[in-house]
């Protein structure tokens, strides 16, 4: 068995710290964040990815049931935003260990 590469094991890890992110945001009772905003913030703690691999990585974790979010599509430029952007009660059990998914990295 081979490791995985780097690219891969990078997506795990900001997969856990998206659902990090938003999990200290509902423990805290914040807003609900929306992509531009999470975007931001991942940048600045040094991550080095893009708008478009933020929406990809939200849309997995929406895909596994880890979070959930309203999406807009603009109609005259087809840019898609996601709003709302809440942790489940499934991300919060990977957060914590009550259930387990190698997919995601989490460093608490």
Same mark, same amino acid.
């Given at each position: ?12 890890? !900001?997969?856990?710290?998206? !659902? #990090?992110?938003?999990? #200290? ?12 905003? !999470?975007?931001?913030? !991942?940048?600045?703690?040094? %991550? ?18 880890? /979070? ?10 087809? /840019? $898609?935003?996601?709003?709302?952007? #809440?942790?489940?009660?499934?991300? $919060?059990? /990977?957060? #914590? ?7 995601? %990295?989490?460093? $608490?």
């Amino acid at each position: 068995m081979t490791a995985p590469s780097p690219q891969v094991e990078t997506r795990k890890r !900001l997969r856990g710290q998206i !659902l #990090e992110l938003l999990d #200290e945001n509902h423990s805290q009772q914040r807003s609900r964040l929306t992509d531009v905003i !999470l975007w931001g913030v !991942l940048q600045r703690l040094k %991550y080095d990815v893009s708008q478009n691999e933020v929406l990809t990585l939200l849309e997995d974790l929406h895909d596994r049931g880890y /979070v959930k979010y309203s999406s807009v599509k603009n109609a005259q430029t087809g /840019v $898609r935003r996601l709003s709302q952007i #809440e942790i489940t009660p499934d991300g $919060r059990d /990977v957060l #914590e260990g009550t259930s387990q998914d190698d997919a995601v %990295y989490v460093l $608490r």
